[in-house]
């Protein structure tokens, strides 16, 4: 009986580990080195009168690195618009959205797993995100049939929503409002290189 409890203890933790493995969100298979993703970005600070002040447009352009290991590794480059501001940092995520970049508060992942989303996308303190809606997506010309995700918290009065191709799970659409300032990001164009 003795080694009947540990064969079956045995083949209990190999079968979830299969299951966690098989099961958890990964990496599209259209995320590859040469990638370029490129993103238009505006945002502005609200003044105590709910009135937007302070207005900044950018283009954002993420290419990738490297795939490897369950990991995806690029560079981000911003210009605001109109200006010669430009800005640049290197990012790590994986398909988890755990992210890292040389610079704090930001990364440049810009997909999800369409059969994982809630599993691959978080909030910048790790917030959990709820599937709160599907159907047509248009911006710029294009249309693309989405889903989108959104993390709200009536506390702070902050809400962030992602919104991504239900298909490929490139994300289409991310924004980020508060009482203080508001952040929206939108799909421009992708390429290989």
Request: overall charge positive.
């Amino acid at each position: 009986m003795k080694y009947l409890a540990i064969a079956v203890t045995i083949l209990v933790a190999v079968s979830t580990a299969t299951v966690s493995a098989q099961y958890g969100p990964a990496i599209p298979a259209w995320v590859k080195p040469g990638l370029v993703v490129t993103y238009d970005g505006v945002s502005a600070f609200v003044n105590q009168y709910g009135r937007f002040k302070q207005g900044i447009q950018v283009v954002m352009t993420t290419r990738v690195n490297s795939v490897s290991g369950g990991r995806v590794s690029g560079v981000t480059q911003t210009q605001t618009v109109g200006t010669p501001l430009r800005g640049k940092f290197a990012w790590v995520c994986n398909a988890a959205a755990d992210c890292t970049s040389d610079m704090p508060g930001t990364h440049g992942k810009f997909w999800v797993d369409p059969d994982h989303a809630v599993d691959s996308v978080k909030g910048p303190n790790g917030e959990p995100f709820k599937v709160v809606g599907q159907g047509p997506y248009s911006y710029n010309g294009r249309s693309w049939t989405a889903t989108m995700l959104s993390y709200q918290n009536p506390q702070t009065g902050v809400q962030i929503n992602t919104t991504f191709d239900t298909k490929s799970g490139l994300i289409l659409a991310h924004s980020e409002n508060s009482p203080a300032e508001q952040v929206h990001i939108y799909f421009r164009s992708m390429s290989a290189q």
